[in-house]
């Protein structure tokens, strides 16, 4: 009587390894591969281990250390507060606009109502935008 090795598809050595960087246990992978005998999964999930401590290891199929890469690689995102404030301080204004780079050119706040900033060329020698002015004479009309 010859044991039946299961052959892992790149799609359930995904599955199984996004599933263990999600920290579930053994029986929970089964519930999504319930074709895969639990045996098989238990070896899997332990050449996961062999690859999170980077170890060396000959049972690790090269497709299980590509599919692994990719999805620590993808994992790998930085903390949202850190990014999304860094962002905000260094790249939009609290209108959300992009804040121009540096390119040793002149920017001026607009003083009309929208408050955004605006190169000196965008600007009237009041310092108001377009947009601003446009409103106001607006206003005077009616």
Not at 63 to 84: C, G, I, P, R, Y
Not at 104 to 110: A, L, V
Request: one cysteine or more; proline letters at 1%; aromatic letters at 8%.
């Amino acid at each position: 009587m010859s044991k039946s090795i299961h052959i892992w598809t790149r799609n359930e050595t995904e599955i199984l390894t996004r599933a263990f960087l999600d920290k579930k246990s053994a029986n929970e992978i089964q519930g999504l591969l319930p074709d895969i005998k639990l045996s098989s999964i238990k070896l899997k999930l332990t050449n996961c281990s062999y690859l999170e401590k980077s170890s060396s290891n000959k049972t690790v199929s090269k497709m299980h250390k590509d599919v692994w890469t990719e999805l620590k690689t993808a994992f790998a995102v930085q903390d949202v507060d850190e990014t999304s404030v860094a962002v905000a301080e260094t790249e939009y204004d609290a209108w959300g606009d992009k804040i121009p780079e540096e390119d040793g050119e002149e920017y001026f706040k607009c003083t009309g109502t929208c408050g955004k900033v605006k190169h000196c060329e965008e600007t009237d020698e009041f310092g108001m935008c377009g947009m601003c002015q446009y409103k106001l004479t607006q206003k005077k009309r009616k």
